[in-house]
């Protein structure tokens, strides 16, 4: 493998170690049956850059068989301490391939490289949490009656199917795959058809850590058909997705007619409440970064900012200085932001924009002069004084827009905070411990941050939502317990 260091003349053939038009089943690397290929296209230049494979139902079928000999072999053999070393192998490769991961997602998914890099660390990070993690999983005894001994055994589920957008493919499969691995599943992986280059690297990282051949199969593909075929196949016992609302359901359906739990992850309209007891030069790089953060394609974005009308002017004059200096261009000149994921993504951004345009405008930052014409490239943009029940306060945009939403009182703040139909994120910005506690309460979201948001993604700290946001916590220990089941064992022995 040669070692770079993800400068802008690298290009793409230096920094690939495989071949991206394969798949990768029971640690081989396989064409697709149908032989079709996808183009892989850079979001910061609009220009092809790669093929993958276009699998479908016939892959898929390889991939679960693949997994089903993992399982009867010596994956489903081995020890909670086996995968741990081997999960903590796998993380150690990874952070060896930092930059070249870094590059493949910056190039892939327009990433600006120090987000790209943070992804890897957090890849990483999720190996060794899961890999220090799943020989603590304990079942209980259980006090019965007279004569008895109780207990529960915690088991995997079988194979499991992981389908994953675009957005942040390395973490989601970190905290996805990587817990499933640790409770001794053999998994199946969908990445987004917009982005498999670092899946099918992070495949290749597993194989090479000593991931036996089945426990870690990756199927590229279109989502309506390699996609739907996984979610939908009997062999699979768990399905976990991450992506938008209309498939999320499209997947739960498919799931139960298999009778088989899934975990949704789908997004949010999340929000940050900021009262005027607040330490308000603090919060701002909070309240401007997680909006903008990967040009605000992330599911846990806070897209809404609720702030008291004391420190209503202050709060978006701050907000909007930050805006003005906001710069977007490719991703491997590593701006603040890098273009969006496609040309389709770009336009149901600027459709919401229009729908905007009644709004005022606080702020927006800008796009560098030389950016290529052709990349998916879109302005982030302040809105204040927006309705709470206004389209663009209640919708998931998915793009580099955030609104500002003045209130009164604490009640008041509440009622906008839980009046959408998402419960993903949410955080408080108050000096005021009492009020810190309710409104944690009262929040009907998956996470509630004070003052601060997001807690730097730490990936100990359970994750999902509510609501259309979707059910099922990954992320901590309580993936573990998701991604395995629960065995009770009564023996009499009088
Ligand atoms: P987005 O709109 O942000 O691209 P999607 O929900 O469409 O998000 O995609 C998330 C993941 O779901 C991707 O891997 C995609 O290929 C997959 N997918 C899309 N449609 C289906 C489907 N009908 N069945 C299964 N997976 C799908």
């Given at each position: ?5 993800g ?67 010596e ?21 060896e ?5 870094a ?55 079988g ?30 992986l ?7 280059l ?12 000593g ?44 799931a ?87 040309r ?14 009644d ?39 998915f ?11 604490e009640?008041?703040?509440l ?11 949410a ?11 309710r ?6 979201s ?41 065995k ?7």
């Amino acid at each position: 493998m040669n070692s770079t260091s993800g400068k802008e003349k690298d290009t793409i053939e230096n920094q690939l170690w495989f071949d991206p038009s394969l798949c990768f089943i029971g640690n081989q690397w396989l064409p697709a049956k149908s032989g079709k290929l996808l183009d892989v296209y850079d979001p910061s230049t609009g220009e092809q850059i790669s093929k993958i494979s276009r699998g479908d139902q016939a892959d898929i079928d390889s991939a679960i068989s693949q997994a089903k000999f993992a399982l009867s072999n010596e994956w489903g053999n081995s020890t909670a301490v086996e995968r741990g070393r081997i999960l903590y192998r796998i993380g150690q490769l990874v952070l060896e391939n930092t930059d070249r991961l870094a590059f493949l997602e910056a190039s892939d998914v327009g990433k600006p490289l120090k987000q790209a890099k943070a992804d890897v660390s957090a890849l990483a990070r999720y190996m060794e949490f899961y890999a220090g993690a799943v020989d603590k999983v304990h079942g209980n005894t259980i006090p019965f009656l007279d004569g008895y001994t109780v207990y529960t055994l915690r088991e995997a589920h079988g194979v499991t199917g992981h389908i994953i957008p675009w957005n942040y493919p390395m973490q989601i499969i970190g905290r996805s795959v990587g817990a499933a691995l640790a409770m001794g599943n053999a998994t199946v992986l969908k990445p987004a058809e917009e982005a498999c280059l670092t899946a099918l690297a992070f495949a290749d990282l597993a194989r090479q850590a000593g991931l036996p051949a089945g426990a870690l199969n990756v199927v590229p593909g279109l989502g309506t058909e390699a996609g739907a075929a996984l979610a939908r196949h009997r062999g699979v016992r768990h399905v976990s997705f991450t992506g938008s609302v209309n498939v999320g359901k499209q997947i739960q359906t498919a799931a139960a007619q298999n009778v088989v739990p899934v975990t949704l992850e789908l997004g949010g309209k999340s929000p940050q409440i900021v009262f005027e007891d607040a330490d308000i030069d603090a919060a701002i790089p909070y309240l401007v970064n997680a909006g903008i953060q990967n040009a605000g394609q992330t599911c846990s974005a806070s897209s809404r900012i609720l702030v008291q009308q004391g420190v209503y002017k202050e709060v978006v004059h701050k907000m909007a200085e930050r805006y003005r200096q906001l710069r977007v261009g490719p991703a491997l000149q590593d701006r603040d932001l890098g273009p969006l994921i496609s040309r389709r993504q770009k336009s149901i951004v600027e459709d919401y924009l229009e729908k905007g345009r009644d709004l005022p405008i606080a702020s927006q930052g800008s796009i560098d002069a030389d950016a290529p014409n052709r990349g998916h490239y879109v302005v982030p943009v302040l809105f204040s004084d927006v309705p709470p029940d206004h389209v663009l306060a209640q919708q998931e945009i998915f793009g580099p827009v955030q609104v500002v939403i003045p209130f009164v009182d604490e009640g008041e703040a509440l009622q906008i905070a839980n009046g959408t139909d998402y419960g993903l994120v949410a955080s408080i910005w108050t000096r005021d411990g009492a009020r810190q506690m309710r409104m944690a309460k009262k929040i009907r979201s998956g996470q509630v941050f004070i003052n601060n948001y997001g807690a730097g993604g730490g990936v100990e700290l359970p994750f999902g939502g509510t609501g259309l946001s979707g059910h099922g916590r990954e992320k901590g220990f309580e993936a573990l317990y998701g991604f395995s089941q629960l065995k009770t064992v009564a023996a009499l022995h009088g």
